[in-house]
C-alpha cells in the first residue's frame, strides 16, 4: 500500500524527494552511536538544552488549579 503510493500515485507527501537526506542522517546517526562517549555526551546536551515541555505547562496548571498541591522542596 505504502510502496503503491509512492511509486505509482505521484509521491505527494514528497517521501523519495528527502529520502538521499534520510540515509545521510541515518548513517551520521549510526556512525555518532557507535562512538558511545562522544554519543553519550550529545544526549546528555540534548536534554539539557530541550526547554519547558507543554505536557509540564499542564501538569503545573493541574497542580495549581485542581489537585491545590504544594511544591516540595528537596
Do not use: C, P
Not at 33 to 51: E, H, K, M, P, V
Not at 57 to 69: C, S
Amino acid at each position: 500500500m505504502i510502496f503503491d503510493e509512492i511509486m505509482h500515485r505521484n509521491d505527494s507527501y514528497f517521501i523519495l524527494k528527502d529520502f538521499a537526506a534520510y540515509v545521510e542522517a541515518q548513517e551520521k546517526m549510526e556512525k555518532l552511536y557507535l562512538d558511545r562517549r562522544n554519543f553519550a555526551r550529545t544526549q546528555i546536551i540534548n536534554i539539557a538544552n530541550s526547554g519547558f515541555f507543554t505536557s509540564d505547562r499542564t501538569i503545573e496548571q493541574y497542580v495549581q488549579d485542581i489537585w491545590h498541591l504544594k511544591k516540595l522542596k528537596i
